[in-house]
């Protein structure tokens, strides 16, 4: 395997720490409301939101399925806020973020969310495109509206091959 192949790796809270929060019910602070009719879990991601005039947006998202292995020749990132995803369609996805050197992406990852997961990205973080596996897909996703430039994009010379021997 060369030094652009990537393997998928499970996702856990341990393991995407430095690119922000896993969205998930397992181990969350929950408690009844509505009468102990609804339990809710709470606080399950840090939003975050800079710049002029920031506010949330809530969107949805459908993505079409990308196959293994994938050729990743493109990140992004959202220098003004978080970005959060989780899936409302039953479909495996990635999750691909990298560590920032300088301005550059480097030692990128890959993720497979379980069932029942989703991801808040971290503000400023390199991560790549939505991309869901096998079947469309949607997702509720959670970013940041309001004034100035909120996206970066970087596009590798060679690209990333996600999903070899996974």
Not at 128 to 134: A, F, K, S, Y
């Amino acid at each position: 395997m060369n030094d652009r192949n990537l393997t998928i790796e499970p996702l856990t809270a341990e393991s995407f720490a430095p690119f922000g929060q896993v969205i998930e019910r397992e181990g969350a602070h929950h408690y009844p409301i509505n009468s102990g009719m609804t339990e809710r879990f709470h606080d399950l991601a840090k939003v975050e939101l800079g710049g002029v005039h920031a506010r949330p947006l809530i969107s949805i998202f459908r993505g079409r399925p990308y196959a293994l292995p994938l050729s990743l020749s493109l990140v992004e990132r959202h220098p003004l806020g978080s970005q959060a995803f989780y899936p409302i369609s039953a479909a495996s996805w990635l999750v691909i973020v990298a560590e920032d050197d300088s301005g550059t992406p480097t030692r990128l990852r890959a993720f497979r969310p379980s069932p029942g997961q989703g991801v808040n990205i971290a503000m400023n973080t390199w991560h790549g495109v939505l991309t869901p596996l096998e079947r469309e897909s949607e997702f509720l996703v959670v970013d940041r509206g309001g004034d100035g430039n909120n996206l970066e994009e970087y596009v590798f010379d060679l690209p990333w091959i996600i999903g070899v021997g996974s």
